[in-house]
């Protein structure tokens, strides 16, 4: 298992922070670096929870979104994946600061190949700086 704990400090509200991460709408695979269009679908969404598919012809999961707005969290279970198994997702923590917010990401990790494996290694020396700036550029695009 390896586990990738990342904060993004953006000057938009959590709230706006929080719709960007929970928007399953058409403009996501534009803002979101790791998510193509042949990869992503959504398979069903509630208020506060969705189903969907998202990755790239490299790596894609299919997730459990749920979120709760009052607490500013958002946890996202992998259900199905070419490269994760059970165990991993996506936890994101929101917290306002006097100009914006910081997002904490967590990121859980359980290789289910070879494949998942040698991308573990890879976390190590650069899944800090590859998801801060996913992150980042998706926050700045608004998604």
């Known amino acids: 298992m390896s586990v990738l ?5 953006t000057s938009l509200p959590t709230a706006e922070v929080l719709r ?3 928007d399953f709408e058409g403009r996501r695979s534009a803002a979101w670096r790791g998510v193509d269009d042949k990869h992503f679908a959504v398979h069903d ?3 506060d929870w969705a189903d969907v598919t998202e990755g790239n012809r490299f790596a894609w999961e299919r997730e459990r979104y749920q979120w709760d707005a009052a607490k500013g969290t958002v946890s996202v279970t992998t259900t199905d994946s070419n490269l994760w198994g ?5 936890e994101y923590r929101l917290t306002p600061t006097q100009v914006g917010s910081e997002l904490h990401v967590r990121a859980i990790r359980n290789p289910k190949n070879l494949r998942g494996r040698v991308v573990v290694l890879l976390l190590r020396p650069f899944g800090k700086k590859l998801t801060a700036g996913n992150f980042s550029r998706a926050l700045a695009a608004g998604a």
Do not use: C, N
């Open 5 to 9: 704990d990342v904060t993004i400090t």
């Open 20 to 22: 960007i991460l929970t």
């Open 45 to 47: 969404v509630g208020d």
């Open 86 to 90: 059970p165990g991993s997702g996506w």
